[in-house]
Structures are given as structure tokens and as C-alpha cells.
């Protein structure tokens, strides 16, 4: 035994050792690649080379695909590419023709003595989103759904174009200057809150997003509480149901004073 070797299958404490490590390896190896991440996924897999490419953090290539659904429509419209930035003068007159049925809420002239929104002047990809939403059954409303359902590609469009050409005059405004609230002038980066005019402004208008100045305060008002409550779910990417959770009943009231308290944006006055 002196003369023997130290590594050597002869040898028992190099078989024992030999035997200790395969069997730490082996366990080690299916607590790691197989035991674990099942436990870990909660779900079975395909295989213990799935055990293993899921333990190493790689695709699993056996592993089904899920696709998450939402429970409710999504707006389908690129705003990018949803209008038309050349006017057509023949688009906007068929859109004076088709406005007329909608003149008993949002005016003749597009702005509203009825606490809907006014149209007069409002950005074409806006109006045209809405109709589509309001076609496709993402926003709904008892007046304006079945109405949209009726509009072809082409109705929508011209409206679009009629609605954006007209100049935008002052609707009802309160009596006094109103400050301007905080939420609207800085808004409320703690809590995710970029300021309105980031997006809603005459200046840094995010393409979708109407100009608030002249609004029905009732009406911006009961879109900020939709938002709130889910009610109303067309803002792409959530993004003003977001916003809208984040505030409080004071800042939304505020909010809505002050816009219908400004002239529209742009107005001319002698």
C-alpha cells in the first residue's frame, strides 16, 4: 500500500472521493436545472433541457406562447398616418355637409352651447380618432356610438378636415381670471404627473391630444372622472387614465375650471 500511487482506482480515498463529488455533482445538478426552476415557474415543462435553458436563462424553445388579451377594445388608430396634413378643400366640404347632423350638440359653427365638446378648430387627427373610436366601439357614448357606426372611412375623414379648418371661437367663460393651478403649470412629477401643457398644449401638443382651452368645464370634468374610473379607456398606452388616477377630486375640478376659463388657443379678437 505504501508503494501505491495517490491517484489511483486502487486507491479507496480516491474512489470515495471520486464518488462524494459525482454525487454532490448529480444532486447539485438537479436542484439547480430541474427541481428549482419547476418550483420557481410553478408550471411543468417539456423536459429537463427546458429545466436546464430555463435555470440558465435562456429561450425555451418547447415553451408555449402566451398571449395576453385584454378584457376590453383597444383604439386601432396610427395616429401617425391617420389624417391627411394637406387640405382638401373637397374633403371639407363634405364634411360642412355631414356636420350639420351634428350641429344640435356641438353647434353649427363647432362650438357647443350644450356642454359637448367644441370642435371648431380642434386638431384632425383628434376628431378623426374619436369617430374611429366611437365606430369601433373603444369609446362609447348613448349619442355619438350609434352615430359613428354609420360613418364610412371616407365620412370620417371629411368631418376630420371640416372640423380643423373652422376657426376656433370663445365658448362660455367664467367671470374673473382664474391662476393657474399647479397640477396644470408643473403638475406633479412625484406622483407621474407631467404637467397638462406637455401634452395639451398650443406649443407641446402630443399628436392625439385635443386643446383643452374653451372646454365645457361639466364636460372635461366627467372625461377626467371616465379616465378615473375606467369608463372611458381609448388614451393609447393608458396614458390619461394614468394620469387621471393619479389625481386627486381638487386637482381635476381645478383643472377643469381653469381650461374652460381660456379662450381657445390662436383666437383673434378686434
Known amino acids: 500500500m505504501a508503494d501505491e500511487p495517490l491517484i489511483s482506482f486502487r486507491n479507496r480515498w480516491t474512489v470515495t472521493s471520486i464518488a462524494v463529488v459525482a454525487a454532490v455533482f448529480v444532486v447539485a445538478a438537479a436542484l439547480g436545472f430541474v427541481i428549482l ?19 440558465a436563462g435562456l429561450p425555451q424553445r418547447s415553451a408555449p406562447v ?7 377594445k383597444t383604439s386601432q388608430v396610427k395616429l401617425a398616418t391617420a389624417v391627411s396634413l394637406k ?3 373637397a374633403a371639407i366640404g363634405r364634411g360642412a355637409t355631414l356636420a350639420q ?23 384632425a387627427s383628434v376628431i378623426y380618432k374619436q369617430l374611429r373610436d366611437f365606430k369601433d366601439g373603444v369609446r362609447t357614448n348613448a349619442v355619438m356610438s350609434p ?13 376630420a378636415a371640416y372640423y380643423s379648418y373652422l376657426p376656433r371661437l370663445p365658448s362660455y367663460h367664467p367671470a374673473g381670471e382664474i ?3 399647479r397640477i396644470v403649470a408643473g403638475g406633479a412629477p412625484t406622483r407621474g404627473i407631467a404637467p397638462c401643457g406637455s401634452c395639451h398644449g398650443s406649443i407641446e401638443n402630443k399628436l392625439g391630444s385635443p386643446w383643452l382651452e374653451g372646454q365645457s368645464e361639466l364636460y372635461l370634468k366627467t372625461q377626467l372622472l371616465a379616465f378615473v374610473s375606467g369608463l372611458r379607456r381609448n388614451d393609447i398606452s393608458e396614458q390619461m387614465r394614468n394620469v387621471a388616477r393619479a389625481m386627486t377630486l ?9 381650461y374652460a376659463s381660456k379662450p381657445p388657443p390662436y383666437l383673434t379678437t378686434d
Open 37 to 55: 426552476p419547476n418550483l420557481e415557474a410553478r408550471e411543468k415543462v417539456a423536459g429537463i433541457w427546458d429545466s436546464i435553458c430555463r435555470a
Open 66 to 72: 402566451e398571449t395576453v388579451t385584454s378584457d376590453y
Open 87 to 89: 387640405r382638401d378643400q
Open 101 to 123: 347632423q351634428c350641429a344640435i350638440c356641438h353647434g353649427p359653427t363647432g362650438v357647443s352651447r350644450a356642454d359637448s365638446p367644441n370642435l371648431a378648430g380642434q386638431y
Open 147 to 159: 352615430f359613428a357606426a354609420k360613418l364610412s372611412e371616407q365620412d370620417m375623414q371629411d368631418l
Open 179 to 181: 391662476p393657474v393651478p
Open 250 to 258: 381638487e386637482e381635476i375640478d381645478e383643472a377643469a375650471k381653469y
